[in-house]
């Protein structure tokens, strides 16, 4: 049974930094098919953060310059940093992995249960 557990949210204000850190069981992280979303209330899912097929990685434009996606074998872990962040950047965030791609969108089928992010003015 695969299951990803993400930690490392909580509450900051404007400008500080967050790691997110999901890790997996029942799966093992490769060089692709990893990504993070968020969904902020009111809000549809947006994918925040992945790895392409390639290898390579690719950024939501609000996030690009500030957020950094990366993953660590030894530990079977994907992260996420987050620096200079917003309150707009306020959201559940979720891990996701597995599933393909397709016309240049990522269909994860593994998911975690999320954890909150909240950053005040």
């Known amino acids: 049974q695969v299951q990803l557990v993400e930690s490392g949210g909580g509450s900051v204000q404007s400008g500080g930094s967050l790691r997110l850190s999901c890790a997996a069981s029942g799966y093992t992280f490769g060089s692709a098919y990893m990504a993070w979303f968020r969904q902020a209330p009111g809000k549809e899912r947006e994918g925040v953060a992945k790895?392409?097929?390639?290898?390579?990685?690719t950024y939501a434009n609000s996030v690009k310059g500030r957020f950094t996606i990366s993953q660590e074998s030894a530990k079977n872990t994907l992260y996420l940093q987050m620096n200079s962040l917003k309150p707009e950047d306020t959201a559940m965030y979720y891990c996701?992995?597995?599933?393909?791609?397709?016309?240049?969108?990522?269909?994860?089928?593994?998911w975690g249960q999320g954890t909150q992010v909240t950053v005040s003015a």
């Open positions: 996701a992995a597995g599933g393909y791609y397709s016309g240049g969108l990522y269909s994860p089928l593994y």
């Open positions: 790895f392409e097929r390639s290898g390579s990685t």
